[in-house]
């Protein structure tokens, strides 16, 4: 069950119609995709939009985290199984106004919806495609922060 602030905070950043968006636009399957990003490429792509990720090797996940008013807005990226999907999950905490939450973009989509839409990973199949993709949830990220 999320949080009611954390609630209030994607509605005003229409977190659910951005992500469906994202979704319709990449939801074609990377048929034959051999294209597996390296850390190298994740960085590269994340650096040149002027963030800076720490690359967790053990759980294999990139993270970059801001504070916003005294609120950490945490956003951690992987590419569970082969790789050609991404999973986005986003963290939020303000220990002052008892705020603490957050999830998979995919659960946070269902669970604002009340399970009526389906969310699922974006899956993409070579480099051009993931920067599309990690440039659209970058500005969600920006507009959560906005809205935090």
């Given at each position: 069950?999320?949080?009611?602030?954390?609630?209030?905070?994607?509605?005003?950043?229409?977190?659910?119609?951005?992500?469906?968006?994202?979704?319709?636009?990449?939801?074609?399957?990377?048929?034959?995709?051999?294209?597996?990003?390296?850390?190298?490429?994740?960085?590269e792509i994340l650096?040149?939009?002027?963030?800076?990720?720490?690359?967790?090797?053990?759980?294999?996940?990139?993270?970059?985290?801001d504070t916003v008013?005294?609120?950490?807005?945490?956003?951690?990226?992987?590419?569970?199984?082969?790789?050609?999907?991404?999973?986005?999950?986003?963290?939020?905490?303000?220990?002052?106004?008892?705020?603490?939450?957050?999830?998979?973009?995919?659960?946070?989509?269902?669970?604002?919806t009340d399970n009526?839409?389906?969310?699922?990973?974006?899956?993409?199949?070579?480099?051009?495609?993931?920067?599309?993709?990690?440039?659209?949830?970058?500005?969600?990220?920006?507009?959560?922060?906005?809205?935090?």
């Amino acid at each position: 069950m999320l949080e009611e602030r954390l609630k209030i905070i994607l509605n005003e950043s229409n977190f659910v119609s951005s992500y469906k968006s994202l979704q319709e636009e990449f939801d074609a399957p990377a048929k034959n995709a051999e294209y597996v990003p390296s850390q190298k490429d994740v960085l590269e792509i994340l650096n040149s939009k002027n963030y800076k990720a720490q690359y967790f090797a053990s759980e294999k996940f990139y993270k970059i985290a801001d504070t916003v008013n005294g609120t950490l807005v945490q956003l951690n990226l992987a590419f569970p199984g082969s790789g050609h999907k991404i999973e986005c999950i986003l963290y939020v905490e303000n220990k002052n106004e008892n705020l603490k939450g957050g999830g998979p973009f995919t659960l946070l989509v269902s669970s604002l919806t009340d399970n009526e839409y389906q969310a699922k990973r974006i899956p993409f199949s070579n480099k051009d495609q993931l920067e599309k993709i990690l440039e659209r949830i970058l500005i969600m990220y920006e507009s959560i922060k906005k809205h935090v």
